[in-house]
C-alpha cells in the first residue's frame, strides 16, 4: 500500500535425483531416518496416504529417490516392491481388524487350536472390520500380536 512491496515466499526445493536404489538400500535409510528423527514423531510422517515412502524427508539419509516404487505398511512398517502393494494394503487392513477385533472382544481372532495362529476372517467379517478377504493366508507372531504373511 505505501510503497512496500510484500516479499514472495520462494520455496528452494531441490529436485531428487532418480536412482537405481534397492530395497534394502531404502530400508537402511528408512531405518537412519528412524534413528534421528525427534521423539513423539510417528515414522509413519514418511509413508503418504497411497502407501508410497517421502523421499524428501529421506534425502538426508540417501542420495534420491529410487527408480522402483517401494510401498511401506503404516501399520507393520514392513517395505513392500510395487508387485505387493495390494499385500501392503491387506495387511495394514488386516492389523487394523485385528487390533479392532482385539479390543471388542477381548482375544485373538485366530482359528481355534491352530498351532501356526491363522487368523480367522471370518470372525472379522462378522464384526464388519475388513472390507474384504484377501487371498493369502494372515497368521498373528505370538510376541506382539502382529499380523503377517509369513508363518512362524
Not at 529436485?15 to 537412519?32: F, H, S
Not at 514392513?78 to 495394514?92: G, T, Y
Not at 482359528?111 to 470372525?123: A, F, G, L, Q
Amino acid at each position: 500500500m505505501w510503497g512496500r512491496k510484500k516479499k514472495q515466499a520462494q520455496v528452494a526445493t531441490k529436485k531428487l535425483e532418480v536412482m537405481d536404489l534397492t530395497l534394502k538400500d531404502v530400508r537402511k535409510a528408512i531405518n537412519e531416518y528412524a534413528e534421528m528423527k525427534p521423539d513423539g514423531v510417528p515414522l509413519s510422517v514418511i509413508i503418504k496416504p497411497d502407501l508410497t515412502i517421502d523421499y524428501e524427508l529421506l534425502a538426508p539419509f540417501i542420495a534420491g529417490k529410487p527408480q522402483k516404487t517401494y510401498y511401506m505398511s503404516r501399520e507393520t512398517y514392513e517395505l513392500f516392491e510395487e508387485e505387493d502393494l495390494q499385500l501392503a494394503k491387506d495387511i495394514d487392513m488386516m492389523q487394523q481388524a485385528v487390533d479392532t477385533y482385539m479390543q471388542q472382544e477381548g482375544e485373538l481372532p485366530i482359528i481355534e487350536n491352530d498351532p501356526y495362529r491363522r487368523v480367522n476372517c471370518y470372525m472379522l467379517e462378522r464384526l464388519g472390520l475388513i472390507t474384504h478377504r484377501p487371498e493369502r493366508t494372515f497368521y498373528i507372531t505370538k510376541d506382539e500380536y502382529m499380523v503377517d504373511y509369513k508363518r512362524d
